[in-house]
């Protein structure tokens, strides 16, 4: 990934996505969760090529009203891991640069 398409995300991310650790079963720890909701189909198709993970079509309740929206969720532990390693420089939500995951646990950073 290059330095410009890892700012590009962190923007995006710190606009529209989230960063979470999250349980995906019962009876496990949790696990980092990079999520990115959009009406731009064609902007998550982009940033699923740099990163992986799934698209998933939100359900329309009024299409009169609501454009279709899509959720891009990275869950796979490597690219998450990939994904912030690059982005983390980048992000300017401060909760969010301040909370990295790194080797698979959370570590706290005070800057």
């Known amino acids: 990934m290059e330095n410009w398409e890892a700012a590009y995300l962190a923007g995006v991310i710190d606009g529209e996505g989230s960063i979470t650790l999250t349980r995906m079963h019962e009876k496990e720890h949790r696990r980092p969760c990079i999520t990115i909701a959009s009406t ?5 198709t982009y940033i699923h090529t740099l990163t992986g993970g799934g698209i998933n079509n939100k359900k329309n309740y009024k299409p009169s009203i609501h454009k279709d929206s899509f959720t891009l969720n990275i869950k796979k532990k490597e690219d998450v891991l990939f994904t912030l390693k690059f982005i983390t420089p980048f992000l300017r939500i401060d909760k969010k640069r301040k909370e990295i995951v790194q080797n698979g646990s959370l570590k706290i950073i005070i800057q």
């Open 40 to 44: 731009d189909k064609e902007l998550l």
